[in-house]
Nanobody, 123 residues
Framework: VQLQASGGGLVQAGGSLRLSCGASGRTFSIYDMGWFRQTPGKDREFVAA????????LYADSVKGRFTISRDNAKRTVYLQMNSLKPEDLAVYYC?????????????????WGQGTLVTVSS
C-alpha cells in the first residue's frame, strides 16, 4: 500500500489542523493505521493509531484529549484532527500502515510509511 500524507502547515498555539493520509490499493481496510511524528535530533514517536475496523484507537499521553484519529475505509483515508495545538507539537508527521495483530503503538510493527507532512506551531 502507498500512503500520501497532507494537511500540515503553520498554525498558532491553540489552533487546529487536520491531517489526512490517503492510501492506494483496495486492501486499505485490512490495515491498522498510525500517526507518528519526529523532530530534528529525536526519534520518531507514536502519536495515535486506529485499528482496521476503526473500533479501537490509541493515543500517546501527550496528545490524549486534544487529537482524534479516525478513518474512512470507503475513501481509503485516515485522519488526525489536532486541536489545542502547542509549540511542542511542532514536528514532521508521518502516517503508517500495518497488518493486524497487537502493537498499535510500536513503530517497528508498521510496514508501510507515507512521506511526512510538516506541522509548525507558533507561540
Amino acid at each position: 500500500v502507498q500512503l500520501q500524507a497532507s494537511g500540515g502547515g503553520l498554525v498558532q498555539a491553540g489552533g487546529s489542523l487536520r491531517l489526512s493520509c490517503g492510501a492506494s490499493g483496495r486492501t486499505f481496510s485490512i490495515y491498522d493505521m498510525g500517526w507518528f511524528r519526529q523532530t530534528p535530533g529525536k526519534d520518531r514517536e507514536f502519536v495515535a493509531a486506529i485499528s482496521s475496523s476503526g473500533v479501537s484507537t490509541l493515543y500517546a499521553d501527550s496528545v490524549k484529549g486534544r487529537f482524534t484519529i479516525s478513518r474512512d475505509n470507503a475513501k481509503r483515508t485516515v485522519y488526525l484532527q489536532m486541536n489545542s495545538l502547542k509549540p511542542e507539537d511542532l514536528a514532521v508527521y508521518y502516517c503508517a500502515a500495518k497488518r493486524g495483530g497487537n502493537g498499535l503503538a510500536l513503530i517497528y510493527k508498521y510496514d508501510y510509511w507515507g512521506q511526512g507532512t510538516l506541522v509548525t506551531v507558533s507561540s
